[in-house]
């Protein structure tokens, strides 16, 4: 009889034909964590969001202050790991100098994205059921200073996914300007700004302190506009970014394909979002198969059927959607 597997895997067994790092540290979470917590937390409320998004969200925190997420050890080895990937930085019409499919070529950068203590951590952070994100790309996205002292790292945004945590690699004392700053208020109120060319209130303007590296900020990256400010002086910024999928999935999934088709290969990004929307369906399945409800009625359950059918219509729309956008953002 054949021995059907159907556990699903966050990270597939396969990858792309990328050369690995010479010098792969083994991530052991009992040495490179230091999970700490935020002294405080920014709802969605508070930056104006209101019903518009209801549906859209499971948890009301929009952003946290800092909190530690690696030991000195950890910094230690997350900084020889990044140095080694700076080799293969590509650029952007939003960022001049970024490293993303580190986890194909890192199995330390592989097993600190995934780690199940950062992500059931973040998730009482966030107040909602966090998943690594299954889109590789998504994971551990580096961002390095640009090579012209004061350009901007990255420029005002939103992100291109829902929930992700904005992580200093090195020290952001060590250097003038290059602060990690979010926009209070919503997306809707800067792309006005943007639109009639004023400029941002200073009040409106948070930069988090960071006591040093290995300290993060959580956030719903697709409701706070943020920026990464350039470096004034001479001196090396690199920053982490790693990307969450919501648990639950009957919130709709939030993934800008067109726009992730300026900062990777199309090709990665077809096959990542179509696992993506795999994986979801199989979580719409996956209480059908394992916990079959004898109770449910004839309609109950081609409502859990339609429920998968729609994600799938959902994805192969947008991948049949062949139209070219520029890449959005906000400017300086």
């Not at 964590?33 to 405080?40: D, I, R, T, Y």
């Not at 996205?141 to 939103?158: F, I, R, S």
Request: with cysteine; charged share 20%; glycine share 6%.
């Amino acid at each position: 009889m054949p021995n059907f597997n159907l556990s699903l895997h966050r990270f597939p067994d396969t990858s792309p034909d990328f050369e690995m790092i010479a010098d792969d540290p083994v991530f052991d979470p009992a040495i490179h964590l230091e999970l700490g917590q935020p002294e405080h937390v920014l709802t969605l409320n508070e930056l104006g969001y209101g019903d518009e998004i209801k549906g859209t969200t499971p948890t009301n925190i929009a952003a946290t202050s800092c909190f530690r997420v690696l030991s000195d050890e950890g910094v230690a080895a997350m900084y020889h790991v990044c140095k080694q990937l700076e080799a293969f930085t590509t650029s952007n019409p939003r960022i001049s100098r970024n490293t993303r499919g580190g986890t194909y070529r890192s199995h330390f950068l592989r097993d600190f994205s995934i780690s199940v203590d950062i992500a059931e951590h973040i998730s009482a952070l966030m107040k909602t059921p966090l998943l690594p994100h299954a889109m590789c790309h998504q994971l551990s996205h580096l961002n390095y200073q640009p090579l012209t002292v004061g350009e901007a790292v990255d420029k005002w945004h939103y992100d291109t996914l829902q929930a992700d945590f904005v992580m200093f690699v090195t020290d952001p004392n060590t250097v003038e300007g290059g602060e990690f700053q979010y926009f209070k208020g919503t997306r809707d109120e800067m792309a006005a700004i943007h639109k009639a060319g004023e400029t941002i209130p200073q009040d409106s303007v948070i930069a988090p302190s960071m006591p040093g590296a290995g300290y993060a900020v959580m956030m719903q990256g697709n409701y706070v506009v943020h920026q990464a400010r350039g470096i004034t002086s001479e001196g090396e910024r690199i920053t982490l970014v790693n990307g969450y999928n919501y648990a639950d999935v009957s919130i709709p999934d939030f993934t800008a394909l067109n726009q992730l088709v300026h900062a990777d290969p199309a090709n990665y990004v077809t096959a990542e979002y179509t696992r993506q929307m795999a994986l979801r369906c199989a979580q719409h399945l996956q209480p059908c198969i394992n916990d079959t409800d004898f109770n449910a009625d004839r309609q109950q359950q081609i409502q859990r059927l339609q429920r998968a059918r729609a994600e799938l219509d959902e994805a192969i729309a947008l991948l049949e959607d062949e139209t070219e956008v520029s890449l959005k953002h906000f400017g300086d």
